[in-house]
């Protein structure tokens, strides 16, 4: 059995890191006594691909089929598998998860995925994982014409709710 990494003892209470216990090993949060309330969050990942992938994916053209509409329902169905890919996620009652496209620059199209329920736990990675995948999908279907396609700046753009309260990119923390 692998044993866990030195991270010295630490009472829960001051423990920055809530996956990790006192003894320095990985754990599921016990969301049991948290407030359920309404939460929110919103990601993105871009892609950065050539001029005629681009024009491809404008204009449906690609060979595959519909680029972003598959892109689209392939982020909604990773949103809601979550908890099946990332090991110490919770498995949430997802209210909605949408996933929307916007052309950054000619070449560049940013994949933004927002998620909502209302729950004892957030959707920050449920919200990450719907943007990583519908950017996945996105260089799946056009790897036949763009190899060197790239996907960056996969990050969490803002949440709301829980005892942390709102997070916004570029604000900084308050309290």
């Not at 991270?7 to 809530?18: A, H, I, T």
């Not at 050539?50 to 690609?62: E, I, L, P, Y």
């Not at 099946?84 to 000619?106: K, Y």
């Not at 995925?113 to 260089?139: D, F, N, P, R």
């Given at each position: 059995m692998a044993q866990a990494p030195d991270v010295g003892v630490l009472p829960e209470e001051m423990n920055p890191l809530s996956h990790i216990d006192?003894?320095?090993s990985a754990r599921m949060v016990d969301v049991g006594d948290k407030p359920?309330?309404?939460r929110t969050a919103t990601a993105r990942a871009v892609?950065?691909?050539n001029q005629?992938?681009?024009?491809?994916?404008r204009t449906n053209s690609n060979a595959k089929g519909d680029v972003l509409g598959v892109a689209r329902i392939a982020g909604i169905a990773a949103a809601k598998r979550t908890s099946e890919l990332i090991p110490l996620c919770h498995s949430l009652p997802l209210?909605?998860?949408s996933v929307d496209f916007q052309w950054l620059e000619?070449?560049?199209l940013e994949v933004t995925?927002?998620?909502h329920c209302t729950g004892k736990t957030g959707v920050e990675m449920e919200a990450m994982v719907a943007a990583s995948l519908a950017a996945l999908t996105i260089y799946d279907m056009c790897k036949a014409s763009d190899r060197e396609m790239q996907i960056e700046q996969v990050e969490l753009i803002r949440k709301?709710?829980?005892?942390?309260g709102d997070f916004e990119r570029g604000q900084s923390e308050k309290g």
């Amino acid at each position: 059995m692998a044993q866990a990494p030195d991270v010295g003892v630490l009472p829960e209470e001051m423990n920055p890191l809530s996956h990790i216990d006192s003894n320095g090993s990985a754990r599921m949060v016990d969301v049991g006594d948290k407030p359920t309330t309404r939460r929110t969050a919103t990601a993105r990942a871009v892609c950065q691909m050539n001029q005629q992938t681009a024009d491809a994916v404008r204009t449906n053209s690609n060979a595959k089929g519909d680029v972003l509409g598959v892109a689209r329902i392939a982020g909604i169905a990773a949103a809601k598998r979550t908890s099946e890919l990332i090991p110490l996620c919770h498995s949430l009652p997802l209210e909605l998860v949408s996933v929307d496209f916007q052309w950054l620059e000619a070449t560049r199209l940013e994949v933004t995925a927002t998620v909502h329920c209302t729950g004892k736990t957030g959707v920050e990675m449920e919200a990450m994982v719907a943007a990583s995948l519908a950017a996945l999908t996105i260089y799946d279907m056009c790897k036949a014409s763009d190899r060197e396609m790239q996907i960056e700046q996969v990050e969490l753009i803002r949440k709301s709710g829980g005892v942390r309260g709102d997070f916004e990119r570029g604000q900084s923390e308050k309290g």
